[in-house]
């Protein structure tokens, strides 16, 4: 009850879309599927704070109309969930998508583990854990998901260091913003393939950013000053690419 979003204002509205996610530090994006506000606040900033895009959902059918309707780069799942629970939105997941999953469960449940990697989960975590395991097993997770056995990718002169975030060229450091890293990692995760403006923009920006899209064209300038003019190539009114 009380006002509409519509009657506070006009930036009611980008305000009720917004959530803790760095200004600078945004690479891979992530989906948080947990029901517990306070585990889910402190997964989300700790996420934020190592870089990543958070969404958030506090309930199973939730969580799986975002993960089916977005490409996330892994998802992190609560199983015990209101409306559906961790295995049937890993069921129902698995149908359509490849995106990995990391499930959260509780320290006496060997059972539900088993269930939910059987279910299609690709990694657990036994609550409570450090944050920092949280972070570290997903990197891992994404670099084997796009079939990345290190966390170190190089495309000619250029080698970056996913773990670290770092970028050289000819073994020199090259410094880049939080964004135009997360571009370059993204593009190299998927090196010799198109990836759509769409994806680029969903991947680096999360769903509560309202930069305008055409902002990914100032970074990949930006890196292409920094690595080279010919390091990105522009797939136009699609996309970008990085080759081999
Ligand atoms: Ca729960």
């Given at each position: 009850p009380g006002l509409s979003r519509l009657d506070q204002g006009p930036s009611a509205f980008a305000t009720w879309r917004?959530?803790?996610?760095?200004?600078?530090e945004i690479a891979l994006r992530i989906l948080v599927v947990e029901d517990e506000p306070d585990l889910l606040q402190a997964l989300v900033r700790s996420l934020a704070e190592e870089g990543y895009a958070a969404d958030r959902a506090t309930d199973g059918a939730d969580g799986l109309f975002k993960a089916t309707a977005w490409d996330y780069d892994a998802i992190v799942l609560?199983?015990?969930?209101?409306?559906?629970d961790g295995w049937e939105f890993l069921r129902r997941l698995r149908l359509v998508k490849k995106t990995p999953v990391l499930i959260l469960t509780a320290r006496d449940s060997v059972a539900d583990r088993i269930r939910g990697l059987d279910s299609g989960a690709d990694d657990y975590l036994v609550k409570p854990f450090a944050l920092g395991e949280l972070t570290a097993r997903l990197r891992a997770l994404i670099r084997r998901s796009v079939g990345q056995a290190t966390p170190t990718i190089e495309i000619g002169d250029i080698v970056i260091d996913t773990a670290r975030k770092i970028v050289t060229r000819d073994g020199e450091p090259v410094i880049l913003t939080g964004r135009e890293y997360a571009l370059v990692e993204l593009l190299a995760h998927h090196q010799g393939s198109l990836v759509t403006r769409s994806v680029i923009y969903d991947s680096l920006f999360g769903e509560d950013d309202d930069t305008l899209s055409n902002v990914v064209e100032v970074h990949v300038s930006n890196i292409r000053k920094k690595l080279g003019k010919d390091f990105v190539i522009t797939r136009r009114g699609m996309g970008y690419q990085i080759d081999g």
């Amino acid at each position: 009850p009380g006002l509409s979003r519509l009657d506070q204002g006009p930036s009611a509205f980008a305000t009720w879309r917004r959530f803790t996610v760095p200004t600078g530090e945004i690479a891979l994006r992530i989906l948080v599927v947990e029901d517990e506000p306070d585990l889910l606040q402190a997964l989300v900033r700790s996420l934020a704070e190592e870089g990543y895009a958070a969404d958030r959902a506090t309930d199973g059918a939730d969580g799986l109309f975002k993960a089916t309707a977005w490409d996330y780069d892994a998802i992190v799942l609560d199983l015990m969930l209101p409306n559906l629970d961790g295995w049937e939105f890993l069921r129902r997941l698995r149908l359509v998508k490849k995106t990995p999953v990391l499930i959260l469960t509780a320290r006496d449940s060997v059972a539900d583990r088993i269930r939910g990697l059987d279910s299609g989960a690709d990694d657990y975590l036994v609550k409570p854990f450090a944050l920092g395991e949280l972070t570290a097993r997903l990197r891992a997770l994404i670099r084997r998901s796009v079939g990345q056995a290190t966390p170190t990718i190089e495309i000619g002169d250029i080698v970056i260091d996913t773990a670290r975030k770092i970028v050289t060229r000819d073994g020199e450091p090259v410094i880049l913003t939080g964004r135009e890293y997360a571009l370059v990692e993204l593009l190299a995760h998927h090196q010799g393939s198109l990836v759509t403006r769409s994806v680029i923009y969903d991947s680096l920006f999360g769903e509560d950013d309202d930069t305008l899209s055409n902002v990914v064209e100032v970074h990949v300038s930006n890196i292409r000053k920094k690595l080279g003019k010919d390091f990105v190539i522009t797939r136009r009114g699609m996309g970008y690419q990085i080759d081999g």
